[in-house]
């Protein structure tokens, strides 16, 4: 998402300044263009941004720009980040026109969007204006993958995009993809992902796209497509292959240009460089308030510690799965309104992801007790023992109560018996015969 933002500034600012010329040209923009850059990190790590822009419909992922609720002077921007927890939709106007009118379009463009990513769930944020400028802000939620799908199987089929494999991005612990759609017709498609650690150690170092992105066959490419890869400053290319493309080599920037239909049957990039054993080593955590088999109400603040050596990029706190909040900087601290859930067991988590992509949580459980009654659902002595210990406490207490339940019984009827049991005195002889 922080990577986005910078992003979403400049297209806003497209917007306000070009839609004129945009609309001018409409009938002329025919071909779809593909900006790629590869920038690879003083630490190891490889970015990835990939633009694809073009009119619709040599853009199309099922979204029509010319429906009513957009407007030739709307736009909507939507950012689905896959591993922060902040994802969202921005629909906005330069118009002169009635808030409400303007929210109920936006609200419609968001309708229109659920339906074209079928498992997103769209929920109002906020609104926010500058002059005649309006803005409506919407969180998105649900099935995230949907997005990333949808980005590498839309139009144009042939894309370098298409060389992003789901294999590649559940192997990228930052990535984000961005859908933005003027109402003029332009259409922009935006992939950020980041790999940490992959380049380690001194010497010659490969980046071959067929490994980096686990792509086979030819790599595929719009009508015009342009290949930045840059390397950390004193790094030194040795060899580029990158098949029909054009190339031009610098020191640590080479530009591949791709026109037309040119075989490219793989691009590989070689270079010298001294990198950093790579840093997998996730942040350490623990949750300092409240305790483990608390009982808590009202406004409860969460407290966690987080510490790793090279850095933390984010700290995020879950309510049974639910985002509650994200923080970038200390203190890793939260309030918490018990009111918003149910009295009863909850489970509080907190994730914490360092600078290289490494990740980790912990995870407590409290019971939240706002209706007043018992403090506590269990003994206070016995709260913290895991279940596997309560399973062989009960099971230990129900064999000891059969066996006082077998013993009683078998004392019982033995005193039965001695009370029932009487000494009667011999019967009398029989008479003797007669005679």
Known sequence: MRNALPTILILMLLLVVCPPLIGSVKAAIVNVVDNVYISVGEDGSVEVDIYVNGMYPDIDFGFDPSTPNLGSQGVAILVVSKTEPESNLIVSYNLSLPVDQLKSRADN???????????????????????????????????????????????????FKKIVTSAF?????????MFHVSGTGVITLTLHAKLYGYFSGSGLHRLNFREFFGFNGMIPHAPHCMITITLPLSASFTNVECGDAQ??????VALI????PMQVPNIIAEFTYEFPEADTIAPVISISSPSNGATVNGVVTISAEVSDESGIAWVAFFIDDNLLTN????????SWDTSTVSDGAHTITVEACDIHGNKDSTTIQVYVNNAGGESSPIPDILSGLPIDTWTIIVIGLVIIVVVIAVIAFVLAKRKSAKVGYTQYPPPPPPPPPSS
């Open 257 to 260: 240009e791709i026109s037309g």
């Open 109 to 159: 463009v968001a309708l229109e969007l659920a339906e074209v990513f079928e498992g997103l769930q769209f929920t109002y944020v906020g609104h926010y204006s500058t002059g005649v400028s309006h803005s409506f802000t919407y969180t998105v939620s649900g099935d995230l993958s949907v997005a990333f799908g949808k980005f590498i199987t839309c139009k144009p089929k042939q894309s």
């Open 169 to 177: 991005l559940k192997r990228c612990k930052d990535s984000e993809v």
């Open 247 to 252: 190339c031009e080599i610098g020191s640590y």
């Open 327 to 334: 923080l970038t900087s200390p203190p890793w601290q939260c």
